[in-house]
């Protein structure tokens, strides 16, 4: 199995919904193949590689060969990074709701 390090930014990774419906496929299980990936598309083999290719330069995929087939699995962990940016601007959305309910029930007094 080679070993990516990290070479592509999560968020350029996650940018694209092919690669984050990719990303979901493989939470909703241990490990895959690259033909039942390829399955869940209308694009072809090559495509599908291309974009587990970006995922795994930004270490979100690891693969692994079984014989002629290859496996690749989620690696969440640096998902972290997007989790932790959203969770900085949710204080901004959770303030700004407050505030628009505030009025709204100001508007209804």
Wanted: no cysteine; proline share 3%.
């Amino acid at each position: 199995m080679k070993e990516y390090k990290q070479q592509r930014d999560v968020f350029d990774a996650i940018a694209d919904p092919t690669r984050r419906h990719l990303i979901h496929l493989l939470a909703g299980a241990e490990e895959l193949p690259l033909h039942e990936l390829t399955a869940k598309f209308t694009m072809g083999r090559t495509a599908v590689s291309k974009h587990l290719t970006v995922l795994k330069e930004a270490d979100l995929v690891h693969d692994r060969k079984v014989g002629r087939e290859t496996r690749y699995r989620l690696n969440a962990s640096p998902l972290r990074e997007v989790q932790d940016w959203v969770a900085f601007y949710s204080k901004y959305w959770n303030t700004n709701v407050s505030r628009l309910r505030q009025w709204l029930e100001e508007e209804e007094e």
